[in-house]
């Protein structure tokens, strides 16, 4: 595992003290050794601490500086993190319109790179927004799409964030109930892994979750979500891994 790699990893546990301490050590490392992609690196994960501590000025200006390094090393690859942390600021901070701009860039640069899981990770991001946006239809398509390639490629740390998008389609629906199923299903799917969401997706299960328990009993609630955190990936989507029993990690 590379120190970009544990880093980003040790931020999915939620261990920020931990990312906080291994970015500032990078960002000093790599500018003594003039190494643009450990400064990039070091940069992008003091920025997505600062998203999960709200800090959406601090985040700004750490993606910023992290993408004046990538443009003077002259390396579109190593634009393509700070872009994605700038797209969450304007998600974070209620400008859709803006989050929406930015992500489909995100995807175009992804594409243009050859990232296939990071293409697949903005689309996600994308559907969401378009929900935001009050575009319904568009970002059924795009969820209904995510989850077609989750299952084709194998994008199993995906599994969470499709129960997170399904539980924002559900309650946009209007169906709480399956809402609180899926929220169970994700919050089960994210401990299995050992993870917690990304500050974006963090808000927005909260929002959903607060939007779901002001229309359901406190005790229905409750016994949906605990109905979704034993449903099956089969349950859940409709779909299986090829060759398991298509329950989540960990024999769930």
């Known amino acids: 595992m590379t120190d970009g790699q544990h880093l980003r990893a040790t931020f999915r546990q939620g261990d920020t003290d931990a990312v906080s ?36 000025e601090q985040a700004t200006d750490l993606a910023q500086r992290a993408l004046a390094v990538a443009q003077r090393a002259g390396e579109r690859r190593l634009e393509e993190r700070p872009r994605h942390v700038l797209a969450a600021v304007a998600r974070l901070s209620g400008d859709h319109a803006r989050a929406r701009d930015l992500y489909e860039a995100s995807i175009e640069l992804n594409r243009a790179l050859g990232q296939d899981e990071h293409v697949h990770s903005e689309y996600h991001n994308l559907a969401l927004v378009e929900l935001h946006l009050g575009n319904v239809e568009r970002a059924r398509q795009l969820i209904a799409e995510s989850r077609e390639r989750v299952f084709e490629a194998g994008y199993r740390d995906f599994l969470p964030y499709l129960g997170l998008a399904g539980a924002a389609l559900a309650s946009a629906d209007g169906d709480m109930a399956l809402a609180a199923r899926l929220i169970g299903f994700t919050d089960r ?64």
């Not at 799917?189 to 927005?204: H, I, K, M, N, Y």
């Open 189 to 252: 799917a994210f401990a299995s892994l050992g993870q917690v969401p990304d500050p974006d997706d963090a808000r927005e299960m909260d929002a959903i979750r607060a939007r779901v328990s002001a229309v359901l009993t406190r005790d229905v609630f409750e016994s949906e979500c605990a109905t979704g955190a034993a449903w099956t990936v089969m349950e859940a989507f409709g779909r299986s891994w090829s060759g398991d029993t298509g329950r989540c990690r960990d024999g769930e």
């Open 21 to 56: 301490r291994l970015a500032k050590a990078e960002v000093e490392r790599s500018r003594a050794a003039g190494d643009a992609d450990g400064e990039v690196e070091g940069l992008y994960g003091l920025a997505r601490v600062a998203l999960r501590g709200d800090d959406l």
